[in-house]
């Protein structure tokens, strides 16, 4: 790799916001005025990328290495976490969430006292800690300044504000029978199964759980057997697996690391590694297979870990591995978001493709004729407020997949295209759907194509706005992604490390400030942004499309630099192309011709924000 154009580049740009911001620039041919570093390092970049674009190329790259601890975010439940800020005597000043009910008593906590002292030395420190009805709870401390990234809420930040302040944070999603009810819901559990899916979270056994209940045993065992194919699994292990993993929900579980885990919870590396397996979800001779040990060596690994924890159960250990590597996780981003669901609309989760997890959103009514509504690149998981009401007032109800690789649904294992088509039948099986219509936006356009022609008798009518065309953009495009478009055409081996660039870049002001800047063409948009709520549901809507994983936005990407072309549609219905006046002229409409009684129109003064700003001609197309 050739490294003489990068040391000169970010000597001069200062920064990764700013030198990731130039090449995405440059590509477009699109300069603002900016001065300084900004204004040296683009007239750099100006320069050298017709003469030397892999060396420019590289820049980008080396963008990549930029840390997740000073870019990215994470969206945690607020229902997860427990609070507890510490003065510099070591008295509790202020707590928030259930922490007062887990260390009831101010000071005699040796193991609480322990972490604050940690974090006053080191900054920031990870522990399990035994609370006050003996439970053991992954724990995170830092001091003041290392906590002001995360969101808190005012209160907590009043406490932080002193002198040599500790803010220690419990994540015990476990423990929350709201997260519990929630998961137990997206999976679509009957209530008897939800009580014994919830039940089993903290019973030792099945059997144990449907005693506290009040359950026979063969009832008990054949509900679990409903909830293992919801879940698209076998055993009550497996179940608490799957529950623990959505209520956890801060990345895609990270790749088994004993290093990190063994000093949280004191541990061997040894027995981090074993209780990392068990975490996973094997039984303890599965371990000692997956290991190369003996099951007897496991079988003492995990007496040991279980006593240096004092947990009593190998089933408890699991679920605090499996918390304490998802609260590593969201201490190792630059903000941890607290969000709680919204109300108006449920989470569902089934067992899509080859059992994998696969997550949509049904706004309702159930009574309702369903439209399928694909999301973009981007953004566009939840629908703003006022494209719902108006949808379900004109009947309809509606439906949004997350594609493979985006939001809460796991990436495809195989083919993109046939497994996200998988995905949204299974989506209607779950459902008892015949037929649908379909809306599609920019990125989304291939997935849905693909299912209608694989299942043009489900599909009753399409509508597309603003769809992307094979083979790359016109000049006069200026939309958002339109500079990802371009580069990832003319390098194609530069998708992937794109992908994570956005992943990078999801702490809130700096996706606050490139809406501004990407809507900075359509007043109607960038008035739209200056209203609070929109802004606020965009970049929650961004961060949870690139929550997990960046694995979709690379796959679908990397279609169209393959050379992906519009499928064949036969039978499926009638097609709408929606095109926004202000996303610039109209692009040919050739590769849309060959749609069923395809129609066209241009939706006058909307730019890419017609969601927001012109709900009303996106209701009238799916309800016409």
């Known amino acids: 790799m050739n490294r003489r154009l990068a040391p000169s580049f970010h000597a001069r740009a200062g920064s990764f916001i700013v030198s990731s911001t130039i090449v995405i620039d440059h590509l477009c041919g699109d300069f603002s005025p900016a001065g300084g570093d900004h204004a040296a390092a683009r007239t750099l970049l100006e320069a050298a990328w017709p003469k030397a674009p892999d060396e420019a190329a590289d820049v980008l790259d080396e963008t990549i290495a930029f840390s997740f601890a000073t870019g990215s975010a994470a969206l945690v439940a607020k229902e997860a976490v427990a609070i507890g800020v510490y003065g510099a005597n070591g008295r509790l000043v202020h707590t928030a969430g259930c922490f007062g009910d887990l260390f009831p008593l101010d000071g005699a906590h040796p193991d609480l006292a322990e972490?604050?002292?940690?974090?006053?030395?080191?900054?920031?420190?990870?522990?399990?800690?035994?609370?006050?009805?003996?439970?053991?709870?992954?724990?995170?401390?830092?001091?003041?300044?290392?906590?002001?990234?995360?969101?808190?809420?005012?209160?907590?930040?009043?406490?932080?504000?002193?002198?040599?302040?500790?803010?220690?944070?419990?994540?015990?999603?476990?423990?929350?029978?709201?997260?519990?009810?929630?998961?137990?819901?997206?999976?679509?559990?009957?209530?008897?199964?939800?009580?014994?899916?919830?039940?089993?979270?903290?019973?030792?056994?099945?059997?144990?759980?449907?005693?506290?209940?009040?359950?026979?045993?063969?009832?008990?065992?054949?509900?679990?057997?409903?909830?293992?194919?919801?879940?698209?699994?076998?055993r009550t292990p497996d179940i608490v697996r799957r529950m623990l993993e959505l209520m956890c929900a801060v990345h895609d579980p990270a790749p088994p690391d004993a290093d990190a885990i063994a000093p949280a919870l004191g541990l061997?590396?040894?027995?981090?590694?074993?209780?990392?397996?068990?975490?996973?979800?094997?039984?303890?001779?599965?371990?000692?297979?997956?290991?190369?040990?003996?099951?007897?060596?496991?079988?003492?690994?995990?007496?040991?870990?279980?006593?240096?924890?004092?947990?009593?159960?190998?089933?408890?250990?699991?679920?605090?591995?499996?918390?304490?590597?998802?609260?590593?996780?969201?201490?190792?981003?630059?903000?941890?978001?607290?969000?709680?669901?919204?109300?108006?609309?449920?989470?569902?989760?089934?067992?899509?493709?080859?059992?994998r997890r696969v997550a949509f959103s049904d706004y309702g009514p159930t009574s309702g004729r369903p439209v399928c509504l694909f999301h973009g690149f981007v953004a566009g998981r939840s629908l703003p407020p006022a494209l719902v009401r108006g949808l379900q007032a004109r009947g309809l109800r509606p439906l949004v997949p997350q594609r493979p690789g985006f939001g809460l649904t796991e990436r495809a294992r195989s083919d993109y295209l046939k497994t996200a088509s998988n995905d949204l039948l299974c989506l209607m099986r779950a459902l008892k759907l015949e037929d649908l219509v379909i809306f599609a936006r920019d990125g989304g356009v291939a997935a849905a194509?693909?299912?209608?022609?694989?299942?043009?008798?489900?599909?009753?009518?399409?509508?597309?706005?603003?769809?992307?065309?094979?083979?790359?953009?016109?000049?006069?495009?200026?939309?958002?992604?339109?500079?990802?478009?371009?580069?990832?055409?003319?390098?194609?081996?530069?998708?992937?490390?794109?992908?994570?660039l956005l992943r990078r870049q999801t702490r809130t002001d700096l996706v606050e400030a490139q809406l501004r800047r990407a809507l900075r063409a359509?007043?109607?948009?960038?008035?739209?942004?200056?209203?609070?709520?929109?802004?606020?549901?965009?970049?929650?809507?961004?961060?949870?499309?690139?929550?997990?994983?960046?694995?979709?936005?690379?796959?679908?990407?990397?279609?169209?630099?393959?050379?992906?072309?519009?499928?064949?549609?036969?039978?499926?219905?009638?097609?709408?192309?929606?095109?926004?006046?202000?996303?610039?002229?109209?692009?040919?409409?050739r590769p849309w011709s060959s749609l069923p009684n395809v129609e066209f129109r241009t939706i006058p003064n909307a730019g890419v924000l017609a969601q927001f700003t012109h709900p009303q001609a996106l209701i009238d197309a799916l309800a016409s």
Do not use: C
């Open 268 to 355: 061997t590396i040894s027995e981090a590694r074993v209780a990392l397996e068990i975490a996973g979800g094997r039984s303890q001779a599965e371990a000692a297979d997956g290991l190369g040990l003996k099951t007897e060596t496991v079988r003492g690994y995990v007496k040991s870990a279980l006593n240096k924890t004092g947990l009593a159960r190998a089933k408890d250990l699991g679920r605090l591995v499996a918390e304490t590597q998802a609260l590593s996780q969201l201490a190792s981003v630059a903000e941890p978001v607290f969000t709680s669901d919204d109300p108006s609309v449920r989470l569902r989760v089934i067992a899509g493709t080859e059992g």
């Open 115 to 234: 972490l604050v002292k940690a974090a006053r030395t080191r900054e920031t420190a990870i522990k399990g800690l035994q609370t006050a009805d003996g439970t053991v709870v992954a724990s995170w401390a830092a001091r003041a300044p290392a906590a002001t990234n995360w969101r808190l809420d005012d209160a907590i930040r009043q406490a932080l504000d002193g002198r040599d302040r500790v803010v220690v944070l419990v994540f015990a999603p476990s423990r929350s029978t709201t997260l519990a009810a929630r998961a137990a819901e997206a999976f679509g559990l009957s209530p008897l199964e939800a009580r014994l899916a919830q039940a089993v979270l903290s019973a030792p056994t099945l059997e144990i759980a449907a005693a506290q209940l009040g359950v026979g045993r063969e009832t008990a065992r054949d509900a679990m057997r409903g909830a293992a194919a919801k879940l698209g699994v076998r």
């Open 449 to 500: 194509l693909e299912f209608a022609s694989r299942h043009p008798e489900r599909v009753r009518a399409g509508v597309l706005l603003n769809p992307r065309p094979p083979g790359g953009l016109p000049a006069s495009h200026r939309t958002p992604i339109a500079t990802f478009v371009r580069l990832s055409l003319a390098k194609p081996h530069l998708i992937e490390s794109l992908g994570d």
């Open 522 to 589: 359509w007043p109607s948009d960038l008035a739209a942004l200056d209203d609070p709520a929109i802004r606020r549901h965009l970049v929650l809507d961004i961060q949870a499309q690139f929550a997990h994983s960046s694995s979709g936005f690379v796959a679908e990407h990397s279609l169209h630099a393959a050379g992906w072309t519009v499928p064949p549609l036969t039978g499926a219905g009638s097609w709408l192309v929606l095109h926004s006046q202000g996303a610039g002229q109209e692009p040919p409409r």
